[in-house]
């Protein structure tokens, strides 16, 4: 094992985030320290993209503020991240979203998908059935 992937291994923390991808709808409440105050501030959007492994991985939310665009790009295993929370999750076919950046109102909406539920199977009679 090269000494880059052992410091790696070792700086990252085990984080239990869920499991979101381009086009998803998250919420991340990271931590924001002021003086010797600290709060938790919210960051509601979609998800550009993913990038990077290890220690070194982050992914980009984009949200529109008052009409114009705000991309932040946060790090997986930042101290100051307190939780993601998935709202949606987006019907997308490409990994990095960029073309979203240049779209506003209907056609910067990104489809839901639609999860399938279970359905409770209903039995078929198969006696006197030719």
Do not use: C, W
Not at 13 to 37: A, L, M
Not at 75 to 81: C, D, E, M, R
Not at 84 to 102: C, D, S
């Amino acid at each position: 094992m090269n000494a880059i992937a052992y410091v790696h291994e070792q700086l990252t923390g085990k984080k239990d985030f869920p499991g979101f991808k381009p086009g998803d709808n998250i919420t991340v409440n990271y931590k924001i320290i002021e003086g010797n105050k600290e709060r938790i501030q919210s960051f509601k959007g979609d998800v550009l993209k993913k990038q990077g492994k290890g220690h070194t991985a982050t992914f980009t939310v984009r949200k529109i503020s008052d009409g114009v665009g705000v991309e932040r790009v946060f790090p997986f295993y930042s101290p100051n991240i307190d939780s993601i929370v998935l709202n949606k999750t987006g019907h997308v076919r490409r990994a990095k979203l960029f073309y979203q950046r240049k779209r506003s109102g209907k056609s910067a909406r990104i489809r839901e998908k639609r999860m399938a539920t279970e359905i409770e199977a209903i039995p078929i009679p198969t006696e006197g059935v030719v």
